[in-house]
């Protein structure tokens, strides 16, 4: 039995969240990349024949607010589409960042959630609002915050992605571009049920410019 998300963070957390983005100096206080595919590229695409599952993966996007997030955090968006005859669970829990050496890094939950406005609307009619009593997926643990900005808004939200649909949003992480050059984001798809389906991989490698002149 899959336990429900915890409570939301403090709203204390937002204020020091905030703190320390402004105490940020220019050049942080270690050499930090950007996450990039082998080639280079800032978009990765993983797709499964049969479940008709298609995640795209992109980096380096974040212009919302606070606009130095991606100094503090590492931010991603993805946007997944359904094109199956099932549906998807979208789950904070069933998202997996790890670096080269194994070490995980926390997915920071701003509690986005999606449903049918209208259950008799066609399945596209999502609305979106904020709160803790969606299904959290698992057992990958994840960590629910107050943010401020943006954050919420922009996030990829959580729920039941029905078939011939699509969802997009940022997912944010413990920032690891200061601290590995190799990691793997897994999505470890499931149905409403847990049923797993697959597990879709983005190799990730941080590119960090020459620093001669």
């Known amino acids: 039995m899959h336990p429900r998300a915890p409570a939301p963070a403090p709203l204390g957390l937002a204020l020091a969240f905030a703190l320390a983005l402004a105490s940020l100096g220019p050049a942080g206080c270690a050499p930090r990349g950007v996450l990039v595919a082998e080639n280079g590229s800032h978009r990765l695409t993983a797709r499964d024949e049969e479940s008709g599952v298609t995640v795209v993966l992109t980096s380096g996007v974040w212009e919302a607010e606070p606009s130095e997030l991606p100094e503090q955090w590492t931010v991603l968006h993805v946007l997944v589409a359904n094109l199956g005859r099932s549906p998807v669970l979208l789950a904070p829990g069933d998202f997996e960042l790890r670096d080269e050496r194994g070490f995980r890094y926390e997915l920071l939950d701003a509690g986005a959630v999606f449903e049918l406005a209208d259950p008799e609307a066609p399945a596209e009619t999502y609305g979106r609002t904020y709160h803790r009593d969606y299904d ?78």
């Not at 954050?151 to 959580?158: G, T």
């Not at 940022?170 to 690891?176: C, L």
Request: aromatic share 12%; net charge negative.
């Open 136 to 213: 959290p997926g698992g057992p990958v643990e994840f960590e629910p915050i107050v943010a401020p900005g943006d954050v919420p808004a922009e996030a990829l939200p959580w729920g039941v992605l029905e078939p011939g649909t699509q969802m997009r949003g940022f997912v944010y992480f413990d920032a690891i571009e200061s601290s590995a050059n190799v990691a793997t984001l897994t999505w470890h798809v499931m149905r409403p049920d847990h049923a797993p389906v697959v597990d879709l991989k983005f190799p990730l490698w941080v590119y960090r410019a020459s620093r001669r002149g």
